[in-house]
């Protein structure tokens, strides 16, 4: 099956969203789309979610707490989009794949730097 990517949202059968530091934050591993992405253009995302540096580490406490798993700031801001979609009903139920492309240990002296935020949750 050959399809261009001019046509890729009419045949595909996933929605996509992009996850993108809010203004003014700076999340390590991802930017904001305005900052020259190419790519994202030939995508056809669904939506794009702005998520802080504090929520993105609220993403990654989350995750550690509950699955035992120390996964990175990017990866924490995804966590944190798609559970803010959730609860905001922005997305239907169903399956979803979410890509953590980090883990957090390349991250610690950043999260220390937020310590307030690893007692309170």
Do not use: C
């Not at 702005?50 to 798993?69: F, N, P, Q, T």
Request: net charge neutral.
């Amino acid at each position: 099956m050959n399809h261009s990517s001019s046509n890729y949202k009419s045949w595909r059968v996933v929605n996509a969203y992009g996850v993108v530091p809010k203004v003014g934050s700076t999340i390590q591993g991802i930017r904001r789309v305005e900052t020259g992405m190419k790519w994202v253009h030939h995508v056809g995302l669904d939506g794009v979610v702005e998520v802080s540096l504090e929520d993105a580490i609220r993403g990654v406490l989350e995750v550690v707490r509950k699955d035992g798993i120390f996964i990175g700031l990017s990866s924490g801001a995804v966590y944190y989009a798609y559970k803010e979609a959730v609860e905001k009903n922005l997305i239907d139920d169903g399956d979803y794949i979410l890509i953590m492309p980090d883990i957090g240990f390349k991250y610690v002296e950043q999260l220390m730097k937020y310590s307030y935020l690893v007692s309170t949750g």
